[in-house]
């Protein structure tokens, strides 16, 4: 249950293993494999200097929930009104009007919130409690992690609103 609202449980499960798991699992080796490929001839990697680990931090935590959006709100958008992806029955009154605005808009919100709420903060703690330089696989590992993570905390929420969007021009 959400709010005052029960999801079905196909619902449910479409948010479970296809707004969570599979993003997860996909950023993981997305951003080992582009992190390793970007910083491949580099033996180790320090938070700020050139390469960055903080300035790579920054601009993931942006770009997840940004291209994130962009992408699942056109494709949910498209499964909702052929069926493939059931509709609301209820508005998410609790959610605000979010899911209401436009693509853009939604997707540029995130990814500034995602980078201000965990991109700044990561880069903060690192800087206080990280001994540099790590190596090349150390940074690659964590990355991977830590895109993974991000993922699968902001994916499920884009999905939903991507969801109640799609259910709300189709029933207006």
């Given amino acids: 249950m959400i709010g005052n609202m029960q999801l079905s449980n196909t619902l449910k499960q479409y948010l479970i293993v296809k707004q969570t798991v599979v993003p997860a699992l996909l950023n993981l080796v997305l951003n080992g494999l582009i ?34 959006c962009f992408i699942n709100s056109y494709t949910i958008a498209k499964s909702v009104r052929s069926g493939k992806v059931e509709q609301l029955d209820a508005p998410l009154r609790y959610f605000t009007p979010w899911y209401l605005t436009p693509i853009y808009a939604r997707s540029f919100l995130l990814g500034f919130i995602a980078l201000v709420c965990v991109g700044v903060p990561t880069v903060l703690l690192l800087e206080t409690l990280w001994v540099e330089p790590i190596s090349l696989w150390q940074f690659v590992i964590f990355k991977a992690l830590w895109a993974a993570t991000l993922a699968a905390v902001v994916t499920p929420i884009i999905g939903l609103w991507a969801i109640a969007n799609a259910s709300h021009n189709t029933n207006t």
């Fill in 35 to 68: 992190s390793w490929l970007v910083l491949g001839n580099v033996a180790s990697i320090t938070l700020w200097g050139k390469p960055s680990i903080a300035l790579d931090l920054l601009l993931t935590a942006f770009l997840i929930p940004f291209i994130t």
